[in-house]
Antibody
Framework: EVQLLESGGDLVQPGGSLRLSCAAS????????MGWVRQAPGKGLEWVST????????FYSDPVKGRFTISRDNSENTLYLQMNSLRDEDTAVYYC??????????????WGQGTLLTVSS | VLTQSPATLSVSPGERATLSCRAS??????LAWYQQKPGQAPRLLIS???TRATGVAARFSGGGSGTEFTLTISSLQSEDFAVYYC?????????FGQGTKLEIK
């Protein structure tokens, strides 16, 4: 059974940093791209970032490019999102999601339950 | 950019619901649909415009290509009332529609 468990969400001041983690199990982690999708309170879904199975290719949405870094540790089956220079508008539930197929650019077939980041002074 | 319509759809149980998703440029069939219930993560329903994900009931069907897509639920069950999102994966950045809330009439 595929399981994705996010952690690391917290209350952070504007300008601060935080790292989210996502522990994966139930599939061969290093053969699938992974991504982060966020959802601001009461709002819709917003794609944040995707990383290839090897970690050699990364993709970012414009609002987070240059501030967020996605990475993975395939020996630990863990996905990360390092978030710097946080802004109020980064407040959201952050979901870790598994990409469905071998292509980086695809749908997300499994999702974690999310972790809440609140950016506020 | 994906535009979903309507924003809210009120339908009675047992009736048919049709949700629309329009893309601002042609995306072939690189479109997915997700269902999200309150307090839960999204669930993949449909990929490649019309392919049901594993375990998804046959009453859910998707169609369309290019710029116009639909998700149809043939006979609404109580558990189908939720928010539905479309997502394109034709190019970077990936994008989601703003969602359609399907509510009980």
């Amino acid at each position: 059974e595929v399981q994705l468990l996010e952690s690391g969400g917290d209350l952070v001041q504007p300008g601060g940093s935080l790292r989210l983690s996502c522990a994966a199990s139930g599939f061969t982690f290093n053969t699938y791209a992974m991504g982060w999708v966020r959802q601001a309170p009461g709002k819709g879904l917003e794609w944040v970032s995707t990383i290839s199975g090897s970690g050699g290719s990364t993709f970012y949405s414009d609002p987070v490019k240059g501030r967020f870094t996605i990475s993975r540790d395939n020996s630990e089956n863990t996905l990360y999102l390092q978030m710097n220079s946080l802004r109020d508008e980064d407040t959201a539930v952050y979901y870790c999601a598994k990409v469905r197929s071998g292509s980086f650019r695809s749908t997300f077939d499994y999702w974690g339950q999310g972790t809440l980041l609140t950016v506020s002074s | 950019v994906l535009t979903q319509s309507p924003a809210t759809l009120s339908v009675s149980p047992g009736e048919r619901a049709t949700l629309s998703c329009r893309a601002s440029q042609r995306i072939s069939t690189n479109l997915a649909w997700y269902q999200q219930k309150p307090g839960q993560a999204p669930r993949l329903l449909i990929s490649s415009s019309s392919t049901r994900a594993t375990g998804v009931a046959a009453r859910f069907s998707g169609g369309g290509s290019g710029t116009e897509f639909t998700l149809t639920i043939s006979s609404l069950q109580s558990e189908d009332f939720a928010v539905y999102y479309c997502q394109h994966y034709d190019s970077w950045p990936l994008g989601f529609g703003q969602g359609t809330k399907l509510e009980i009439k």
